[in-house]
């Protein structure tokens, strides 16, 4: 797992967000709707819409409940979409991740995301 020491990644106009060296939420607690749009919008993902935020309230969700990452395979039934759809939406699993505001995964299940 990453340090833990804060980083101030942030936008013009936008507070500085808590996030480790990697770039994830320190404290998914602490997440909202607007960091996802900063998030989203650092990462030239675009505006976000109906199907980027079902997936995130759904990464968000299966992480909060079960305390582990959902297969794509099982991202992609969930929301009948293809693995090349969903890349399409956010780039990586990386990237779905931070918008989604949890925490940094490990270093494991990192090398597997992008």
Do not use: K
Not at 54 to 77: F, N
């Amino acid at each position: 797992m990453t340090q833990a020491t804060l980083h101030q990644h942030t936008l013009p106009h936008h507070r500085p967000l808590p996030v480790d060296a990697d770039g994830f939420l320190i404290d998914p607690a602490l997440w909202n709707a607007g960091m996802a749009r900063v998030i989203a919008e650092q990462d030239d993902i675009g505006p976000l819409g109906p199907q980027h935020w079902s997936i995130i309230y759904y990464l968000r969700e299966h992480r909060l409940t079960y305390g582990a990452i959902p297969p794509v395979s099982q991202i992609c039934r969930a929301h009948g979409m293809t693995r090349d759809a969903v890349r399409r939406l956010f780039g990586s699993c990386r990237q779905a991740w931070r918008i989604a505001g949890l925490s940094h995964p490990g270093a494991e299940a990192l090398s597997y995301m992008d």
